[in-house]
C-alpha cells in the first residue's frame, strides 16, 4: 500500500499472519531496500510468533532517489505511517518499531512518539567506521533516549561499532558485519526477543 507522507508517499509492504498478537514496523537503510537479508529474516521471525509485519519504504525511495532525505524528513515520514497503520490495519494492536542501521535510527529517534512498545536494531551505526574514538561522531545518544525494551543484533565485525548492553537494551552479537547476512543468527535473535516482548505486552494488556 501507498500511504501520504509530509514528504511524499512511502510504500508499505505487509507480512501479515492470523491473529497477530502484535506488529513489527521496520524500515530499510539509508542506501539499501525492504529486501535486505536481515529485514527479512526478522520479519520471518516476527511471523513465527505471531507478530504481523509492515515493512515501509521511505518516501525518497518510492520517488527513486539514491540519496537520504534529511533526519527530520525522514523521522517525520515515518512517524505519520506508523500513525495511520496504527489507525487502520494494525488498530488494537501493540506496536513495535525498528529497522536496520539508518532505519534503526530513525525508530529510536521516533519511538515515543509514535507509542512504540519495543524497538529493534539491526545492525545500529553507532559511530561512522574509523570514527569510533571521536565522541563527536557518536549516535549513542539515541539508543540511550529509548525508554522501552530494545533488541540490536550486531555483527561482531561490524566497523560502525557495537553498542554496550544496558538496562532494558539486548545486544546480540553474530557472525559477519554491518551486512548482516547471517540470517539464521538474525532470525534466531530476533524469534527469541520477540516472543518474549510479545507475551509481556499481552500481560500487560491484560492487567
Not at 521471525?45 to 507478530?51: K, S
Request: charge should be negative; include cysteine; hydrophobic fraction near 45%.
Amino acid at each position: 500500500m501507498e500511504l501520504e507522507t509530509p514528504h511524499g508517499l512511502a510504500r508499505v509492504h505487509l507480512h501479515p499472519v492470523e491473529r497477530p498478537a502484535a506488529a513489527l514496523v521496520l524500515g530499510h537503510g539509508a542506501a539499501g531496500g525492504v529486501g535486505a537479508a536481515d529485514l527479512v529474516a526478522a520479519t520471518e521471525a516476527a511471523n513465527e510468533v505471531g507478530v504481523t509485519v509492515a515493512l515501509v519504504e521511505q518516501p525518497y525511495v518510492v520517488a527513486g532517489r539514491r540519496s537520504p532525505a534529511p533526519a527530520r524528513q525522514l523521522d517525520a515520514a515515518w512517524t505519520a505511517v506508523v500513525e495511520q497503520l496504527r489507525a487502520g490495519v494494525f488498530n488494537g494492536l501493540a506496536i513495535v518499531v525498528g529497522g536496520r542501521s539508518a532505519g534503526a535510527r530513525v525508530a529510536c529517534r521516533t519511538a515515543a512518539e509514535v507509542g512504540a512498545v519495543a524497538v529493534v536494531c539491526l545492525a545500529f551505526p553507532v559511530h561512522p567506521p574509523g570514527k569510533g574514538d571521536d565522541p563527536t561522531k557518536s549516535r549513542l545518544a539515541e539508543l540511550d533516549a529509548v525508554d522501552v525494551p530494545v533488541l540490536v543484533v550486531q555483527g561482531e565485525s561490524d566497523p560502525f561499532g557495537i553498542p554496550p548492553e544496558r538496562a532494558g537494551r539486548t545486544v546480540v552479537t553474530v557472525p559477519g558485519n554491518h551486512s548482516l547476512r547471517d540470517t539464521r543468527a538474525v532470525r534466531e535473535a530476533a524469534s527469541h526477543w520477540l516472543g518474549d516482548q510479545v507475551e509481556g505486552a499481552l500481560t500487560s494488556s491484560s492487567q
